[in-house]
């Protein structure tokens, strides 16, 4: 029923007008941002025919016998247009894995696309998944997420750090220099957890300079100088953290609330969802708890992040 083809780059066009007109699809899933860290990756995306016609898309990458969709994504399953159905998405599970087997894979590990990044429901693939290919769960992370029409009320600290920015001076600029905010990042992340940023400032810049509307810097300023920032992922419905770090200043008086608050409460204020990320340490084993209640001050609440895994 389904030809499968791997996707290559005479494919890009086609790919991206797909993943543009997809229910559950991000500008992640753009071959611009896919392939900046192609390097890294072997990638075995594939592409879904059905009559001719593009019918789905699995961006993936192979590891040894080993097919993954997608580590070098926070999420990275089954793109699908408005006109996916359940039956054929059994079936595309079925042809699926008959491909993978003919092309010598051993296993597969699928990471679904969070329902907070849905713009129409989009679970026929755990469904299928499921049914058609036994998965089973192999790993489960968790982030933590604003419904930002409820307007929950800030924990009395997160108020109290609000109202010391405010008295304090503390401004916002929107669409900040990357490569002011990315020394402060770089040195609370080594100072907290003996880790660098995922990007460099130059991939940063990259995929700012190829997305300049869904990668935006927030950065508070005191006195001049920055003192805190926020890098946000803006996809159609949600806003995401992707990275966050203040100096000392930044902690004493408020940046993060500085810059939530206006992305809340200001910039951001119709869209329905803010994602914070995930909290936890260990492929998800350990919380870090003292980040975590320092999220769900904000109102934040807790969406899985799931790995699948099975043999074809």
């Given at each position: 029923?389904?030809?499968?083809?791997?996707?290559?780059?005479?494919?890009?066009?086609?790919?991206?007008?797909?993943?543009?007109?997809?229910?559950?699809?991000?500008?992640?899933?753009?071959?611009?941002?896919?392939?900046?860290?192609?390097?890294?990756?072997?990638?075995?995306?594939?592409?879904?025919?059905?009559?001719?016609?593009?019918?789905?898309?699995?961006?993936?990458?192979?590891?040894?016998?080993?097919?993954?969709?997608?580590?070098?994504?926070?999420?990275?399953?089954?793109?699908?247009?408005?006109?996916?159905?359940?039956?054929?998405?059994?079936?595309?599970?079925?042809?699926?894995?008959?491909?993978?087997?003919?092309?010598?894979?051993?296993?597969?590990?699928?990471?679904?696309?969070?329902?907070?990044?849905?713009?129409?429901?989009?679970?026929?693939?755990?469904?299928?998944?499921?049914?058609?290919?036994?998965?089973?769960?192999?790993?489960?992370?968790?982030?933590t997420t604003i419904f930002?029409?409820?307007?929950?009320?800030w924990r009395k600290d997160?108020?109290?750090?609000?109202?010391?920015?405010?008295?304090?001076?503390?401004?916002?600029?929107?669409?900040?220099?990357?490569?002011?905010?990315?020394?402060?990042?770089?040195?609370?992340?080594?100072?907290?957890?003996?880790?660098?940023?995922?990007?460099?400032?130059?991939?940063?810049?990259?995929?700012?300079?190829?997305?300049?509307?869904?990668?935006?810097?927030?950065?508070?300023?005191?006195?001049?100088?920055?003192?805190?920032?926020?890098?946000?992922?803006?996809?159609?419905?949600?806003?995401?953290?992707?990275?966050?770090?203040?100096?000392?200043?930044?902690?004493?008086?408020?940046?993060?609330?500085?810059?939530?608050?206006?992305?809340?409460?200001?910039?951001?204020?119709?869209?329905?969802?803010?994602?914070?990320?995930?909290?936890?340490?260990?492929?998800?084993?350990?919380?870090?708890?003292?980040?975590?209640?320092?999220?769900?001050?904000?109102?934040?609440?807790?969406?899985?992040?799931?790995?699948?895994?099975?043999?074809?």
């Amino acid at each position: 029923m389904f030809d499968i083809k791997r996707y290559s780059a005479s494919d890009r066009a086609q790919w991206d007008a797909y993943v543009r007109r997809a229910r559950n699809a991000t500008f992640l899933f753009e071959r611009g941002y896919m392939d900046y860290h192609a390097d890294r990756f072997n990638d075995h995306s594939l592409m879904f025919y059905r009559q001719g016609r593009l019918y789905a898309l699995l961006p993936a990458h192979h590891r040894d016998t080993t097919l993954v969709s997608h580590f070098g994504l926070t999420y990275g399953g089954l793109i699908m247009d408005i006109h996916v159905t359940i039956a054929d998405c059994c079936t595309l599970f079925d042809e699926l894995n008959a491909y993978l087997r003919s092309q010598g894979f051993t296993k597969v590990l699928y990471r679904p696309i969070p329902w907070i990044y849905h713009l129409h429901p989009a679970e026929e693939d755990l469904y299928a998944i499921f049914w058609k290919c036994h998965a089973h769960l192999y790993l489960r992370n968790i982030g933590t997420t604003i419904f930002m029409q409820q307007h929950l009320r800030w924990r009395k600290d997160h108020l109290r750090r609000l109202r010391k920015a405010q008295a304090g001076g503390v401004t916002v600029v929107r669409d900040a220099s990357l490569a002011e905010f990315w020394p402060v990042l770089t040195a609370n992340l080594q100072e907290r957890f003996g880790a660098r940023p995922v990007h460099t400032l130059a991939e940063i810049e990259l995929l700012k300079s190829r997305f300049p509307d869904n990668i935006i810097q927030y950065s508070a300023y005191r006195d001049g100088h920055i003192i805190g920032g926020l890098t946000f992922y803006i996809s159609q419905q949600v806003v995401h953290g992707q990275y966050s770090a203040t100096n000392d200043e930044g902690k004493e008086y408020g940046a993060m609330e500085a810059i939530y608050e206006r992305i809340m409460y200001h910039d951001y204020e119709d869209y329905p969802y803010l994602d914070f990320g995930s909290s936890t340490e260990e492929q998800g084993r350990v919380i870090n708890e003292g980040l975590i209640a320092h999220k769900e001050g904000y109102g934040g609440r807790g969406v899985v992040y799931d790995t699948y895994e099975w043999e074809p």
